[in-house]
């Protein structure tokens, strides 16, 4: 079946270090993968979004990377803040359903 | 900037009542989206509509019908609310092939 797995494990790290989230899928065909961020009782925020046939994509201190032979993404936020801090989820939109389907997402924790 | 409301943030309710979560979005775009968001499980897709008076059946359509009589609006309807029934319910919109999402504030609602 059609699996999409986020790290349930909070990450925490150090202001100023680079943030690595992963998004692995499974049985999955993704025309595009695009990342939200979600604050505590708020719904999620675009970020980015990575179509199929794109390796990486910047925006600001954002950087996401899309290995459709792994089967994975990687979502990176360099010299992080304490404002970074938030839930981070991955999506897929295409294939087989013809509709955005979320991973649980990964809780984010930048310590001062 | 994209907005999309929600009638409220907390709803309580108590089992067998009929609940109506109203979602409202200033972008004319086609696609409207209502969601469940509950932990461990992520955000779940329960209807969706792609143009006025049409909608589709999402993976966890049981227990919930829709309405979308105008175009920038779009209703969840709980016929008889369980307690099952208790989550964080999130609307989205988007624009063509359902690229981007952009979610509302959410509902949190609990039912007795």
């Known amino acids: 079946s059609q699996k999409i797995e986020q790290n349930s494990e909070a990450l925490n790290i150090q202001e100023g270090k680079t943030a690595t989230l992963t998004c692995n899928y499974t049985?999955?065909?993704?025309?595009?993968l695009q990342w939200y961020r979600q604050d505590p009782g708020r719904g999620p925020v675009f970020l980015l979004l990575?179509?199929?046939?794109?390796k990486e994509k910047r925006k600001e201190r954002l950087k996401v990377t899309f290995d459709t032979t792994l089967k994975q993404s990687l979502f990176h936020i360099t010299a992080s803040q304490p404002a970074d801090s938030a839930t981070y989820l991955c999506?897929?939109?295409?294939?087989?359903?013809?509709?955005?389907?979320f991973g649980t997402g990964t809780l984010l924790a930048v310590q001062p | 900037d994209v907005k999309v409301t929600q009638s409220s943030r907390y709803l309580v309710k108590r089992t067998g009542e009929k609940v109506f979560l109203e979602c409202v979005q200033d972008?004319?775009?086609?696609?409207m989206f209502w969601y469940r968001q509950d932990p461990g499980l992520g955000l779940r897709l329960i209807y969706f509509?792609?143009?006025?008076?049409?909608?589709e059946k999402g993976d966890i359509p049981e227990g919930y019908s829709v309405s979308r009589e105008k175009k920038e609006r779009f209703s969840l309807i709980l016929e008889s609310a369980s307690t099952n029934q208790t989550s964080m319910y999130l609307c989205?919109?988007?624009?063509?092939?359902?690229?981007?999402?952009?979610f509302g504030p959410g509902t949190r609602l609990l039912v007795l």
């Open positions: 989205a919109e988007a624009g063509g092939h359902q690229e981007t999402q952009y």
């Open positions: 972008m004319d775009h086609e696609n």
């Open positions: 509509s792609y143009d006025v008076k049409m909608k």
């Open positions: 999506a897929l939109y295409g294939g087989a359903t013809n509709k955005l389907i």
């Open positions: 990575i179509r199929e046939n794109e």
């Open positions: 049985n999955y065909s993704p025309a595009y």
